[in-house]
């Protein structure tokens, strides 16, 4: 963005009265003589041998009423210097009121990308008082029983946390103790947070006097996630995350991604990287619009030049790419989302895929008959995909898979037009890149899919 755009948006479109200054009526030689003088520039003095141009009598006037400010030139010079620093500091008061209002330090981030993420978290959490009343969110996962492998290894687990942290271990919890922590976890609730425990919410023991080990009267039932986030840290800390994750459970927000595997499926292939330019140059009016067409037996793509003239240039980019962007945008393709941007606000289950039972869990869920009603599961699956051959030309034109992808900018890769393009143009060649991409294969490797994307 130029200054004086700047200026006009977040400032107070000062620039356009900046003033004027005659910067070729004087020299090295005479300087200190010309602008010691206490008379205004003359008419003459503001004309300008180098750019062949004269002032004007509306301009000139306008000059002579801020002249009359001054005691001589040297004061006016530096007013009109410090024009400059104003005009930029202006844009910069606006856009630091405006954070502040969201309690946001805007020095603290790189971009202003960076500040409206920061505002978007600001509005996410406006309402949220630690103070408030939350209720407890609905889990609908199956109800948690306690097996004795899962006893075994939390009484292994507990022993060894114990002995690291030097404290008594003559009376911890043993294996022998099952049936009445398995009637315990049935009965009872998360004792920190009233949350009921499931496979998708499962329990643990929390301490009641930290000094001490795990002894069968001194702990008592919670839930892992009030364990980690309570677990010898300061009580006010503790009821901090406690209602956060009940906040965001209400308003579905993402911060309960605790499992970091599935953190990183989400992630995967959507961030960093700039956006791939599939044509170079497209201008309204003047180019024609092209078409990309496969042919299967020379397996060659080629441009076609239709006989349409461009009417409308948009250009498409993201700093990060979340399918979920493109579930938002209203389009008869896609009536199942009404418009809607769904973003990963909690994660109800995960399932590997590594055995015949859970792929067949999977195909179930995908092809599931309610998957676009409203009773339908929303998933996100990682998966291999590619378009046939006999159908890419139906999408070579707008390929519909969208990877961060990494590649060597080689003359195999990109080809001899491209890799020449970059030669001619001093672009580096024959090394990594990665850029935001349209392909129609993942290229062998898994990615990851929302449902009403895939």
Request: glycine share 4%.
């Amino acid at each position: 963005m130029e200054l004086k755009q700047a200026a006009k948006d977040f400032g107070d479109g000062y620039d356009d009265r900046k003033g004027l200054f005659p910067y070729e009526a004087f020299n090295t030689d005479n300087v200190n003589e010309v602008l010691s003088k206490s008379e205004p520039f003359t008419m003459e003095d503001f004309n300008s041998s180098l750019k062949k141009t004269k002032i004007s009598e509306k301009d000139y006037q306008i000059y002579l009423e801020d002249a009359k400010r001054f005691k001589n030139r040297w004061d006016y010079l530096q007013y009109y210097n410090e024009q400059d620093t104003y005009i930029m500091i202006k844009p910069l008061m606006t856009l630091i009121s405006l954070q502040f209002k969201y309690k946001i330090d805007m020095f603290s981030f790189m971009s202003m990308a960076a500040c409206s993420n920061a505002i978007k978290y600001a509005k996410a959490y406006e309402d949220f008082n630690i103070n408030g009343i939350y209720p407890n969110f609905d889990d609908n996962s199956q109800k948690f029983y306690l097996t004795e492998n899962y006893w075994q290894s939390k009484v292994r687990g507990y022993l060894v946390q114990d002995k690291h942290k030097k404290r008594d271990t003559t009376n911890n919890v043993q294996d022998s103790d099952f049936d009445y922590f398995k009637q315990l976890f049935k009965v009872s609730n998360c004792s920190i947070c009233g949350c009921k425990f499931t496979f998708d919410n499962k329990p643990t023991l929390d301490r009641i006097d930290n000094t001490k080990g795990h002894s069968k009267d001194n702990v008592l039932p919670c839930c892992l996630y009030c364990n980690c986030f309570c677990s010898d840290k300061d009580k006010s800390i503790c009821k901090l995350f406690i209602q956060l994750r009940k906040y965001c459970m209400i308003r579905c927000l993402p911060t309960n991604l605790t499992d970091i595997d599935v953190y990183h499926l989400i992630r995967k292939w959507i961030t960093g990287g700039l956006s791939n330019v599939m044509h170079r140059v497209n201008r309204s009016g003047i180019d024609f619009i092209k078409r990309l067409y496969y042919n299967k037996e020379a397996k060659k793509v080629t441009v076609l030049t239709t006989d349409h003239r461009i009417t409308h240039v948009v250009g498409v980019d993201f700093n990060s790419l979340y399918p979920s962007v493109m579930s938002s945008e209203p389009h008869k393709f896609i009536k199942y989302t009404g418009g809607k941007m769904y973003m990963c606000g909690s994660q109800t289950g995960k399932i590997m895929g590594d055995n015949d039972h859970s792929k067949q869990t999977i195909l179930r869920i995908i092809n599931s008959n309610k998957r676009f009603t409203q009773e339908g599961r929303l998933f996100i699956a990682e998966v291999k995909g590619h378009i046939q051959e006999d159908y890419l030309n139906d999408f070579i034109n707008f390929p519909p898979i969208l990877r961060n992808y990494e590649f060597t900018t080689d003359e195999r890769t990109i080809g001899s037009y491209m890799y020449s393009h970059m030669k001619d143009n001093t672009i580096k060649t024959d090394q990594k890149q990665r850029k935001l991409t349209n392909l129609t294969s993942t290229m062998g490797e898994y990615m990851a899919f929302s449902s009403y994307y895939l």
